[in-house]
């Protein structure tokens, strides 16, 4: 039996007047506004509030048409709950006025003349494109409208692609296709990048991870470029205004504030092409600031419940940028879960990379947390159960977590020690084959007891040095920010290779090619989970500017024109990626151990130098060889290939024996960084038999890439 | 605002002509005046040359027409698209789920194969 007709509910009657409107006690959940028949749902939480109202706006309009106060039996427990008819919701926005104490010693610092930004709101209008000036009076800058969540996704979900088998690849929504020579119809936008997929595919990579998208304000920074004069933006967003609601700017059809859907249209498409999607988010402070910040949102509504603040009322500052999101709070604990669910439900987001997680595991008092309650409710929780959550496990105060955070057996990291050790390697530094070797390896001795892809392997990401730039400037060069090149990390770890920035020496710049493929090799077939940063597989540069964050311009935007004037390290990057894919025994789960676990007569990984099977781990060695035995590939559930990495970061070239494959085996080669394109790059599955079966001889600051596999007959 | 229906059957197929904004304001009324026009064994053309601006709401109802009329196996093609009506579904996604033929002569083409 089916019954077709819509059924009316007996609760879709208003019961009374307020304000000229039409309304009756709403419902508690969920919160924030959501269209119920013949109206809107509002719900908002305000623990010591003494009077809440709700403020409706006609769309743009500088005042609001009204104000409707919650009585108090719309009130159940510090929830007021309202439900208005006969709304236009399009053309809506609509926020919140709470009256109550302002005593910062108690925490308490009510507004009333501020009209407030719902915490739940999933669309906000006010900067719907991107650097538009705004009107800087504005009573209400980021407003809340009402949001219908009913795209239609048809099959797709979350795509689960194992951990161990992603390459990510980060990026920014808007740097990606800004650039005038991205040749898309919307440069900058959600629908820029779907136009990008084609390219996303050929690379080879099936993960982005985007930069923040939760709605922010590109306008608060508020230095210029000293040079000329111009203003900087907030480009990266580390800043959030509204967790609910994707960044309007980023939306061609923000001005219609139709960003849901495109931002949808973007991951559906993205997931078609077999590629996931990874948020990076910021939990850990908001844009409101410290004392002297503007009041948006939380902290109209209950600043102590939302904020970590001292016993004097004042506001930690473990973020560095003001405030401290009190985040094992019970409600906030609430706020973050709700938010990360509504994600992956009505975005169909794979993943999430937590910006300053450290700040994630301490207690409202700043204390962290061996068992933080909040971490360990995202490790369990049913929807999020197979999310990619990733950490970068450090916050600003100094409390640093890599190989430490804790995990519940779920949460991978941001292996910062990855990085500066590869950098540190290749660089040409003594004293590191053995520090190279382990992290190869998945670093074990940060993650024994856990995956290997609890290791989010990089060399470079959006904050710090590009790949090119890593290999041209030995040091920042962060003028153009406005801060006298005081801001940006300066562990760089970086090697101009003789010559500071642009070179027009041939000998230069090749061994710059080579350097970055080393990186790009070492990157690609360490055991873990490798990311790669947007325009490093074409050497995008940043002029050596390591802190882009407010750069919206050129000197950030991905230049197409790169594709192909380095179009050789772009098919380099390709190939090293189709390589990875090809190779299980490189995605292996568990950390190798060095023996020989299937009775291969190999161990599963083994370590080689200058003599086959004779390591130099000393001081003063600069190469190191380690094959991978094909029968332990997935733990010996899948067959593969013996490969072998030989990293030569010493400036002269060395002979490297090999070691002996089973009867029948030989050495193919893939991939050597020392010869001249289109020499020393085999297609994956092509590569040719090596004329010396035993040995080979590596280049000055070179890596060697083979595969052992049966010696094709005739 | 609002926006004006016409209708008139060309062998079977319902030409409807609308002219206007489909926003939040008109959809609601839109929408029920377009529904009955989805039958089976007719194929509903929807003329939006007239249609300056389809809001979030508008996009809406034209997505649902469609799925009713899937329901019934039949189909909507939209014709005469504005140049920003065009982009706005493309960047959102709707372009995706409707037959669209630049005029009702391509439509005509098409149905009359």
Sequence with gaps: MTVQETRERVDAFPTRRIGGYRVRAGRPFPYGAHPVPGGVNFSVYSDRATAMRLVLFEKGAPRPVAELEFPPEFRIGSVYAMTVFDLDAENLEYGFRADGPFDPRTGDRFDAGKVLSDPYARLVSGRDVWGREPDWDDVYPYRANVLEDDFDWGDDTPLGIPTEDLVIYETHVRGFTRHPSSGVSAPGTYAGLREKIPYLKDLGVNCVELLPVFEFDELDNPRTDPATGERLHNYWGYNTVSFFAPKAGYAATGRFGMQADEFKTLVRELHRAGIEVVLDVVFNHTAEGNEDGPTISFRGLDNATYYMLTPQGEYYNFSGTGNTVNCNHPVVRDFVLSCLRYWVSEYHIDGFRFDLAAILDRAPDGTPLPNPPLLEQLAHDPILRHTKLIAEAWDAAGLYQVGAFPNYGRWSEWNGKYRDSVRRFIKGEPGLVGELATRMAGSPDLYGGRTASASVNFVTAHDGFTLNDLVSYNDKHNEANGEDNRDGGNDNHSWNCGEEGPSASAHVRDLRTRQMKNMLGILLTSQGVPMILAGDEVGRTQLGNNNGYCQDNELSWFDWGLVEANAELLEFTQRLIAFRHAHPVLRTVDHPVGSDRVGSGFPDISWHGVGAWRPDWSAHSRVVGLMRCGRHAKGGAVADDHVYIGINAHWESHDLELPGLPEGQAWHLFADTSLAAPHGLAEVGAESELHHPGRYHLGPHALVILVGRDRRTG | ?113
């Design chain 2, 1 to 113: 605002m609002t926006v004006k229906l016409s209708s008139r059957t060309e062998g079977d197929t319902t030409v409807v002509v609308l002219e206007g904004e489909i926003n939040s304001t008109t959809s609601g009324g839109l929408q029920a005046q377009l529904l009955p026009f989805v039958g089976e064994g007719s194929r509903l053309l929807i003329d939006l040359s007239g249609v300056s601006y389809v809001s979030s709401a508008g996009l809406r109802t034209l997505l649902i027409v469609h799925r009713r009329a899937q329901q019934l196996r039949t189909g909507v093609i939209l014709v005469g698209l504005s140049e920003e009506v065009r982009f706005v579904m493309s960047a959102t996604g709707f372009l995706d789920f409707f037959e669209i033929e630049d005029d009702l002569d391509a439509a005509r083409e098409r149905t009359g194969r």
